[in-house]
């Protein structure tokens, strides 16, 4: 029973984590890469190619790019700081590299 407590304790902040970045993303990023993760407007990276950011770069550096903005080479366009959303934190940002992963796949 204790076991099962601990185990309880360590995974319902990681699903609520994973819950939070997939509404996150759902509200707020998904105006610019698209619920399918293939860019809604020019000059967004296509989540799905293999070229794209999220499966060549480190869960840090695509944190920090999320937290800094961003531009791709080439482009005319900018992710916003904490794309848009000024109350965004390093834990939800870290959250949210986790979720495109399991949605778009990438580096782990």
Do not use: W
Request: charged share 20%; net charge neutral.
């Amino acid at each position: 029973m204790k076991t099962l407590l601990i185990a309880l304790l360590v995974t319902l902040p990681a699903l609520a984590r994973a819950d939070e970045a997939e509404a996150l993303y759902n509200q707020t990023c998904v105006a610019c890469h698209g619920p399918d993760g293939k860019g809604a407007i020019p000059g967004t990276p296509d989540f799905n190619k293999a070229d794209s950011p999220l499966h060549h770069k480190d869960e840090a550096t695509l944190a920090r790019s999320i937290l800094d903005g961003f531009q791709s080479p080439g482009s005319s366009m900018a992710m916003p700081p904490r794309g848009g959303m000024p109350s965004l934190t390093e834990e939800q940002a870290v959250a949210l590299v986790r979720f495109l992963h399991a949605r778009f796949g990438g580096n782990k």
